[in-house]
């Protein structure tokens, strides 16, 4: 399973970078906002800066408009910046038009805004790269997200489809773990998430015990 850094902040970027466990990033407008990135200009150099930290991993940068025209006409620009740039298209019908167009000419894709097994099909045959369902979003409304994970992964297995399904929406490091088990093909997640996989009381107990021991044998 693939782990991308679901984040906009260069800095949480490097450190998931550093940790030499990242394999991509998504981002979408509203955490490029909460870097108070804005304005094109802005946000096509931060998109930049990014794919330069992740080096070849998928970084997955969302189109605005909601429109086919729209969506191909930033798409190709989004797709210039980098070779590694993936666009990040909403679940709607014009998205799944540009998605389909997208797939024909050589461009990867990530479908968001994923809720149901019915828009898994549908980016699926679009022959969208990734397919985001927000697990953590459906949990809000007291659904099962990794359920909805479980249940795409059957699906896409059965069919035979190729599109990689993306774990969105993560809270927290169960998550990972669960998507996991579920049969995700990436995760991407806060670094907080990540960083939680670490810990185990145990893990520390255990090492506390061994360094005391071999200070005693080694004064
Ligand atoms: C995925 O690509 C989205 O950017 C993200 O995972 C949404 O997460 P949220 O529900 O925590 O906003």
Redesign the pocket.
């Known amino acids: 399973m693939k782990f991308f850094i679901?984040t906009a902040s260069l800095d949480q970027i490097k450190e998931a970078k550093d940790l030499g466990i990242l394999d991509g990033v998504?981002?979408?407008p509203?955490?490029m906002a909460k870097e108070g990135i804005t304005g094109y200009d802005n946000i096509m150099k931060h998109y930049k800066d990014i794919c330069d930290i992740v080096e070849d991993g998928d970084v997955?940068a969302e189109v605005i408009s909601t429109d086919f025209n729209g969506i191909v006409e930033e798409g190709m620009r989004l797709a210039d910046i980098a070779p590694n740039i993936v666009v990040?298209v909403p679940m709607i019908k014009e998205g799944i038009k540009a998605i389909a167009h997208f797939t024909e000419i050589g461009i990867s894709t990530?479908c968001?805004l994923v809720f149901s097994a019915g828009q898994a099909i549908l980016a699926a045959k679009a022959g969208a790269t990734y397919l985001?369902p927000?697990i953590?979003?459906v949990d809000d409304i007291n659904w099962d997200g990794v359920g909805l994970i479980e249940e795409i992964a059957e699906i896409y297995s059965i069919q035979g489809y190729e599109t990689e399904i993306?774990a969105?929406?993560?809270?927290n490091s169960k998550h990972i773990v669960d998507s996991a088990r579920a049969g995700a093909d990436v995760v991407?997640c806060p670094l907080d998430a990540i960083l939680g996989l670490l810990k185990h009381p145990l893990t520390d107990i255990g090492l506390e015990k061994f360094l005391a021991d071999y200070r005693k044998g080694n004064q």
Do not use: P, Q, V, Y
């Open positions: 679901d998504t981002t979408n509203s955490l997955s990040k990530n968001t985001s927000f953590g979003r993306l969105a929406s993560i809270r991407t």
